[in-house]
């Protein structure tokens, strides 16, 4: 059996990255989210910085096809000096979200990782949401500002998440159609998704088995 992976969508603020980190906690396998920016750093002439500063952000070029089409993932990352910016940071970490799901089952945050993954490997791709006003105020708290200023950034995030995904994929954020599960924290919590994506994994890696 392929190896599988679990992708992890989700809107700023909603506990995604927890989610998925306590998830693959519960599973033993390895959690990938930033960790994604480091090794692609690392295998590239780009800093950290540069990834971060344009990590799941719209590229401005209109490359899409050459990025996704042209130019697939190839170990020597063929021609892509011919790509602008954005789309050479896009292309270097997808060889690099391809790499960890070769290596071992994995939990991937972010970055197109369920439309990267789909052709070739077993993927169970998950987004998280949950209530815009839970959101904000959590957002709020944690980084200590004003309730406005919070609900501007919200926004903002949820917005350039999705520019970056329908520009990178063709498909749209946060669409049920692109997710095996859907999911709310808002309304079960944080270890309420962590149980039921846990029962639902290991039920549906069963009845591959069998």
Not at 26 to 55: C, G, V
Request: net charge neutral; hydrophobic share 35%; glycine share 4%.
């Amino acid at each position: 059996m392929k190896n599988y992976v679990i992708t992890i969508g989700r809107q700023f603020g909603s506990n995604g990255h927890e989610i998925g980190k306590r998830l693959a906690k519960r599973l033993e396998i390895p959690f990938y989210d930033r960790d994604i920016i480091t090794k692609a750093a690392s295998e590239s002439n780009y800093d950290e910085e540069t990834f971060k500063k344009l990590d799941e952000n719209r590229s401005t070029s209109f490359l899409f096809s050459v990025a996704m089409n042209i130019f697939p993932y190839t170990s020597k990352m063929e021609n892509i000096d011919q790509l602008s910016i954005s789309d050479k940071l896009f292309t270097i970490q997808k060889k690099v979200i391809i790499e960890m799901a070769e290596k071992s089952p994995c939990v991937i945050v972010g970055r197109c990782s369920n439309f990267i993954l789909k052709e070739k490997f077993n993927c169970i791709n998950i987004f998280v949401y949950g209530d815009r006003h839970e959101r904000i105020e959590k957002i709020a708290k944690n980084e200590n500002i004003p309730f406005l200023k919070s609900e501007e950034i919200v926004s903002k995030v949820d917005k350039r998440r999705a520019a970056y995904y329908n520009y990178y994929t063709g498909e749209k954020w946060g669409a049920v159609e692109n997710y095996d599960v859907c999911i709310s924290s808002s309304v079960i919590g944080l270890d309420g998704c962590v149980d039921a994506l846990e029962r639902y994994t290991k039920a549906r890696l069963a009845d591959e088995i069998n």
